[in-house]
């Protein structure tokens, strides 16, 4: 069994990647890192340590690699997989689309093997919008045999991944933690379930308390401590300010997610408490740098602080908190990050308001708005 993933960065090799191999898959990466691609063609191996106490490494092996830039290589690639997966940014899935799309017209021309594809990114509908970005490609005919020969199940995946320093390029060091979900009625009829994956017939629960949890807490830590000058969030979470601002955040997002979903209010507060120990792990090294990125996306309306204050609203709770992270993200001034450089830019010309409100879809004039600009405002006089 061939499975072809997209994106050998740190959640492809050190979470997705390690989970096909263990389930049997030999595993083709395509990546555009020359770099990572080479060393896993020449070694075909990888080690995966889990950040705990007594860490000892797993040997990811059955590995190679192809070039993401090369279309043929990716068209064939795609064409003869039992299985594709991504992770490479939500905003990525638009650049890998044209390769998907070619290999999947020659899988067609082959005879139309089935074939699910599932995008491991953050966001809510990232295989629905993988799917929609492959199928504008194809002419209606080929659409429609697409579609009817692939399934593109959504899908939610937690593991806390920093960014990588080791000599050896191909190491990669996670949490011992992880969770991957899979909708299991986006699938095609008698499809295998893989070892290690948690199927379910509703996703939206799931990946809106994962997003409205893990990422919201996490994100929230990320801006307050790099307001307050803190590199990691290890070190923020020690700031008992933070740690308390995040799991105010949490409160707020934990009530929504009750209320809206019917989750059991112990067990959610059990699950904060879990993933706030998460944040914590003194095994890891997570650069605030790395949490916060791309506040763009982060602000969006989709996304993991305005949709769930956006939800919370709707059910009458407070989202004060949630508008307190908002601002956080707007003082999140960090010249490595393009879109921190944009957002900060779009601040001077449109000021704190105009800004959110272009990120976030909002008006100007919106409640969530005028409390993140109050907040904002209040920071910048501390
Ligand atoms: N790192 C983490 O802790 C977690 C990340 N995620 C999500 O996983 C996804 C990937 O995140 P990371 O692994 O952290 O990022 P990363 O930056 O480590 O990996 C992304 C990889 O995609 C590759 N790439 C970029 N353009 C490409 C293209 N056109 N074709 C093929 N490969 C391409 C990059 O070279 C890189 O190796 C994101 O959507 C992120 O939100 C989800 C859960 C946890
Ligand atoms: O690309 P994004 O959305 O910033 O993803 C990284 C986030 O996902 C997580 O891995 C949690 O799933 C956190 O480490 C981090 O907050």
């Known amino acids: 069994m061939k499975a072809v993933h997209f994106g050998a960065g740190n959640i492809g090799r050190g979470f997705i990647g390690l989970l096909l191999s263990q389930g049997g898959y030999e595993v083709i990466f395509s990546d555009v890192n020359e770099r990572i691609v080479e060393e896993l063609k020449q070694r075909g191996e990888y080690t995966v340590t889990l950040a705990e106490e007594g860490a000892s490494g797993i040997q990811v092996t059955g590995v190679t690699a192809i070039d993401g830039r090369d279309p043929a290589a990716v068209a064939e690639a795609v064409a003869s997989a039992d299985l594709i997966t991504t992770a490479v940014g939500v905003n990525i899935l638009k650049h890998i689309a044209p390769g998907i799309a070619a290999g999947l017209k020659l899988r067609l021309q082959r005879g139309g093997e089935p074939l699910h594809l599932i995008a491991c990114e953050n966001a809510i509908g990232a295989s629905a919008k993988l799917k929609e970005q492959v199928l504008a490609l194809l002419q209606p005919e080929e659409a429609a045999a697409v579609s009817a020969m692939a399934a593109f199940p959504d899908s939610a995946v937690d593991r806390i991944v920093p960014l990588q320093h080791h000599e050896d390029p191909l190491a ?5 933690f ?3 979900v899979i909708n299991r009625s986006q699938m095609l009829p008698g499809a295998e379930e893989l070892p290690g994956v948690h199927y379910v017939d509703d996703l939206i629960p799931f990946i809106e308390r994962k997003l409205f949890t893990v990422n919201t807490g996490h994100c929230s830590a990320a801006y307050a401590g ?6 990691t969030i290890q070190e923020s979470m020690k700031d008992e300010d933070i740690a308390a601002f995040v799991q105010s955040v949490l409160k707020e997002s934990g ?6 979903y019917g989750f059991h209010r112990a067990e959610h507060e059990a699950y904060i408490l879990k993933i706030i120990d998460r944040f ?3 095994y890891l090294t997570d650069e605030v740098v790395r949490v916060g990125r791309s506040p763009l996306r982060k602000l969006s309306h989709e996304d ?14 407070p989202a ?6 908002m601002a956080l993200a707007l003082r999140f001034d ?16 449109l000021g704190p308001a105009g800004a959110l409100a272009a990120a976030s879809g909002l008006p100007e004039e919106h409640p969530l708005v005028a409390a993140a600009v109050s907040r904002y405002d209040e920071l910048a006089k501390l």
């Open 304 to 317: 993991r602080l305005v949709r769930p204050a956006l939800r919370a609203l709707e059910l009458g709770l």
């Open 280 to 282: 914590r792990n003194p």
């Open 172 to 176: 990669v060091t996670v949490e011992p």
């Open 255 to 260: 009530d929504m997610l009750i209320e809206a």
């Open 334 to 349: 960090e010249s490595s990050d393009p879109e921190a450089t944009q957002l900060q830019e779009s601040i001077r010309e």
């Open 226 to 231: 790099y307001s307050k000058g803190y590199a």
């Open 178 to 180: 992880y969770e991957w």
């Open 320 to 325: 004060q908190r949630l508008a307190e992270a």
